[in-house]
Every structure is written in structure tokens, then in C-alpha cells.
């Protein structure tokens, strides 16, 4: 036995002795806390049984026979009474030490639940990264193999005063690449989009986008128009990312837009915001899909008919993008008439770097 239990076992001979004494139901209820402690300190009822006999013993010394055989009937109620108790509080005890274990069983299955979670969201975000990546370098790969077979064809036919302008068409190409890929893997490493943010012009941005975009549109036969206002105005902004975003979202218009129709990239701001809105007259979505096409590999059934190729990504980088650069990008569209994606920056009001008034 243990301390505890043999403090209980010498208080349980003085509660028997004193109910022996007065009859009490003071000391009958002492003798029901006391089961308490037995069950605690891990007493089965045998030891109990036996504890009682030991300090009925104890209790019955210098007891004539006669007061002796009354004490033991009387001993005989107050062991009833420890008894019942202790089964009533043996009862709650398991109960209470089931509920504990299912407790504990519940919280180690939800912790190994997470773990796997955790993991699979991991593996998952290192495939989305994979696939994001090639999503992105699709486009400045085309330019830069494009440029690249341009100059040696022109370099065959020895007609060498166009080759500094495609090599550095395909070296602005490959730079982008390096720098996009490089942004991109510091995004999913850090958890977040911390892109570098210099004041710069948009018009630019937009006008080289849609150089890109052209040829697409040309072989497509679908017209591609530019409407430039506020052609200075500034924000702080990655041009890498900015020309994702724009370039994304160009040709995602003429992806989505059937032959003999119209794409239009427009440039606007007002006092606070400068915006870039691409608008076509293509297929539109339907607002189910407007509210899923900014999600991972989202794409509308519709979609998947007009253009087979295609990861669902393009929409989730130029939302994120966009945020990295306190920004917002939104839908307007009906079905069968077309969409007009727009995406909202805050105006930087300073002046860049070099300039007069910087
Ligand atoms: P992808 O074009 O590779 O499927 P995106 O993330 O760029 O991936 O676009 C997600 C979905 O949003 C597309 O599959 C399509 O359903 C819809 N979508 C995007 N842009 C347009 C658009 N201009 N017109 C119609 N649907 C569009």
C-alpha cells in the first residue's frame, strides 16, 4: 500500500471506531468519501474487505464478547455502506477514465489526421509550383525559340542588320524566364508573395503584352486593340509580374475568343488607382464559374471545348500576383457575349528615381 492509501486505511479505523462509538451518520459519510481515496489509490474491494478487518480488530480490543458480536453486525452496515458507495464512485471512475482514453484516443487520431494533411498539402503545393512554373515558361519560351529561328533564318540569307533585334527580343525573353522562375520559387519557399516593388510606368507593360499577345490573335483571326490612358501613371509594381498578369490575362481573352471577334487591353486610373482592363468578346462564364476560375486548377466546361490545352493556373498567379502588389483582379462577363477582366493598382504618387523631381 501506498502512502495515500495507508493514510486511508488508518482514517477508515477511526471512522469505524467512531461508528461503532455513536452510530453516526457523520462517520458513515466520512466512510463513503473515504472509497473515494481506495478507488484512487487503486484498492480493489478484497483490500478493502481486508482493511476493514484490520481495523475492526483494531476496533474490537478490549470489547467484552458480547459488545464484540454487536460490533460486528454493526461493523457488517458500515462496510454496506462503503461498499455501495464505492461501487457507485467505482462506476464514474471507469466512466470517467473511459471518456479520458477516448479523449486522448480522439486527439492522437485528429494530430496523425493533421500530420497527413500537412504532408499532402505540401506535396501537393510542390506539384502546383511544378506546374505553375511550365505554365509560365510557355510563353516567353515560344518568343525566345521564335526570335532565335528568325535570326538564323536571316542570318542564312545574310541580311544581318535584323539580328540584333530578335537575339535581344530572345534574350529579354530568357531573362524574364530567369527572373520569373527565381521570383516564383522564393514565393512557395517564404509561404507567401514577397516580390521587389519599384515605381515604374505601366503603358509600357501594356504595350508589350500585347506584342506578345499579337501573334496568337493574328493566327486566330480574332482583332486585338489597345486604348492607353493616363500613359504616366506610376505604381509600385515588379514588371516581371506585371507582365505576367497582363500577359495571362491576354491570352487567356484570345484563347477564349472565337475567330472574326475582338480582345481590347485598356489602360485607366483615376485619383487613387491606375487599372488595366482586358476585355473580349468571347465565350464569357457563367457566374458559377465566375466565382471558381481564380482557384488552382479551376476550368469551366465551356472552356475545356474551345481550348483543350490549358492547367487552370494562369487566373490563381495573376490573383496572386496582383495581391503582391496590394492590388485586386476582377470579373465582369456574360455568357456567349464576352469578359472584362480587370485588375485595380494603387497609384504611386512619389516621383522615379533619376527623374526630374525625384
Ligand atoms: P486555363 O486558361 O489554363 O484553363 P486560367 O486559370 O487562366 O487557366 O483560367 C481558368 C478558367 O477561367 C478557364 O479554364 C476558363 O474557364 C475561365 N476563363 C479565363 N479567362 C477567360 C476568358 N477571357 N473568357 C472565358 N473564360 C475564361
Request: aromatic share 6%; net charge negative; charged share 30%.
Amino acid at each position: 500500500m501506498d502512502d495515500q492509501a495507508l493514510l486511508s486505511a488508518d482514517d477508515y479505523a477511526d471512522a469505524l471506531t467512531e461508528y461503532l462509538h455513536d452510530h453516526s451518520e457523520k462517520a458513515l459519510y466520512k466512510a463513503t468519501k473515504l472509497s473515494q481515496h481506495f478507488i484512487e489509490s487503486g484498492l480493489g474491494p478484497e483490500d478493502i474487505i481486508a482493511l476493514h478487518f484490520e481495523a475492526l480488530d483494531q476496533a474490537q480490543e478490549g470489547r467484552s464478547y458480547r459488545e464484540q458480536a454487536r460490533a460486528s453486525s454493526d461493523a457488517q452496515q458500515f462496510l454496506l455502506e462503503v461498499m455501495i458507495a464505492y461501487g457507485v464512485k467505482y462506476k464514474e471512475y471507469l466512466e470517467l477514465k473511459l471518456t479520458e482514453a477516448m479523449r486522448d484516443s480522439e486527439a492522437r487520431s485528429a494530430r496523425e489526421r493533421e500530420r497527413t494533411m500537412e504532408a499532402e498539402r505540401l506535396e501537393r503545393e510542390r506539384g502546383d509550383l511544378l506546374q505553375l512554373v511550365a505554365h509560365e515558361l510557355r510563353s516567353p519560351i515560344t518568343a525566345a525559340a521564335g526570335n532565335l529561328k528568325l535570326a538564323e533564318r536571316y542570318l542564312d540569307q545574310g541580311r544581318l542588320e535584323s539580328l540584333p533585334r530578335f537575339l535581344g527580343s530572345a534574350r529579354e525573353a530568357v531573362e524574364r524566364l530567369s527572373r520569373l522562375s527565381g521570383d516564383l520559387v522564393e514565393t512557395t519557399r517564404s509561404g507567401r508573395v514577397e516580390l521587389p516593388l519599384t515605381p515604374l510606368v505601366l503603358a509600357p507593360i501594356v504595350e508589350q503584352a500585347n506584342r506578345w499577345a499579337r501573334v496568337a490573335a493574328l493566327s486566330k483571326g480574332v482583332a486585338l486593340e489597345e486604348e492607353l490612358e493616363c500613359e504616366e501613371v506610376l505604381v509600385l509594381g515588379n514588371s516581371d509580374a506585371l507582365l505576367s498578369i497582363v500577359g495571362n490575362l491576354l491570352s487567356n481573352a484570345v484563347r477564349y475568343t472565337p475567330h472574326g471577334g475582338r480582345v481590347t487591353a485598356r489602360l485607366g486610373c483615376d485619383a487613387g488607382h491606375a487599372w488595366i482592363e482586358i476585355a473580349d468578346t468571347g465565350i464569357g462564364i457563367t457566374p458559377e464559374a465566375q466565382e471558381r476560375i481564380f482557384e488552382k486548377f479551376f476550368r469551366a466546361p465551356d472552356a475545356r471545348q474551345i481550348d483543350v490545352r490549358g492547367l487552370g493556373l494562369g487566373l490563381a498567379l495573376v490573383k496572386q500576383l496582383t495581391e503582391a502588389h496590394d492590388g485586386s483582379v476582377i470579373v465582369a462577363s456574360t455568357p456567349g457575349e464576352g469578359s472584362t477582366f480587370r485588375v485595380r493598382l494603387p497609384r504611386y504618387s512619389g516621383a522615379i528615381e533619376g527623374e526630374p523631381g525625384a
